[in-house]
């Protein structure tokens, strides 16, 4: 006697993909197996898997978010927001493990690769890195390496101030701290530079949207949220 025919299964398989299986008549006659997108659950796993620090894994969060709002100002009406989201979020998914510019982000295309990421998205991590010489030729490569290193500026900027919040931050004293070369000297105010202009937006207007992108996120990235209880940030 003839099995019921499920209409589809879904397993993880054991390089960390998933799959959709489409069943024929019966129940053993696998008859198409189509690799599903990986899911924002399936990049916080990668992520954790290979980041164990909690500022880079704050970091990625921030540029998640950044990027997220990026798709619907700079994508265009066919932009997909969780794909951008991805981007961000698997940025420097790498770094911790292959901080050299050997290996990152080269390391960690090459994992996204066999995990099932596509193509679009794996160059736009590519473009981050000028290095690469990849060419950020798409619009969610120039807004990922538009707002990678502003989003470290930022949170660096907040975390100065007494209220180590992004909420009574000035675009103005932005401007000013990037002036300022002793101060967060990591951040490479060039890439920032760089950045807006590929983008083809005025650094004031950039700054000012990053920071209100960022606003929802502050609990979760380290840094306060004037006026809202703790209660109401770890909800
Ligand atoms: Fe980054």
């Given at each position: 006697m003839q099995q019921a025919r499920p209409s589809e299964r879904r397993l993880l398989k054991a390089d960390g993909r998933r799959a959709k299986l489409l069943f024929g008549?019966?129940?053993?006659?696998?008859c198409e197996v189509r690799l599903l997108m990986p899911t924002r659950e399936d990049a916080w796993e990668l992520l954790c898997e290979y980041t164990k620090g909690e500022s880079l894994r704050r970091h990625a969060l921030a540029v998640e978010t950044a990027m997220r709002a990026a798709a619907a100002r700079y994508g265009g009406?066919?932009?997909?927001v969780d794909e951008w989201g991805l981007a961000g979020m698997l940025h420097d998914f790498d770094y911790e493990m292959f901080p050299t510019a050997d290996e990152h982000p080269y390391k960690g295309a090459t994992i996204m690769c066999g995990r099932g990421y596509p193509d679009h998205i794996i160059h736009a991590i590519m473009g981050?890195?000028?290095?690469?010489?990849?060419?950020?030729?798409?619009q969610m490569a120039k807004a990922l390496f538009a707002t990678d290193e502003l989003c470290g500026f930022l949170v660096a900027c907040a975390l100065v101030r007494?209220?180590?919040?992004?909420?009574?931050?000035?675009v103005s004293s932005v401007k000013k701290k990037l002036k300022d070369?002793?101060?967060?000297?990591?951040?490479n105010r060039d890439d920032i530079y760089q950045g807006v202009q590929e983008l083809g937006v005025p650094l004031e207007e950039h700054i000012r949207f990053v920071i209100d992108a960022l606003r929802p996120v502050q609990a979760q990235i380290g840094l306060n949220r004037l006026g809202v209880s703790e209660e109401a940030t770890s909800a």
């Open positions: 008549d019966t129940f053993s006659e696998v009406p066919d932009a997909n981050h890195a000028t290095y690469t010489n990849v060419p950020r030729d798409t007494p209220s180590k919040s992004l909420d009574d931050m000035e070369k002793a101060f967060a000297r990591t951040v």
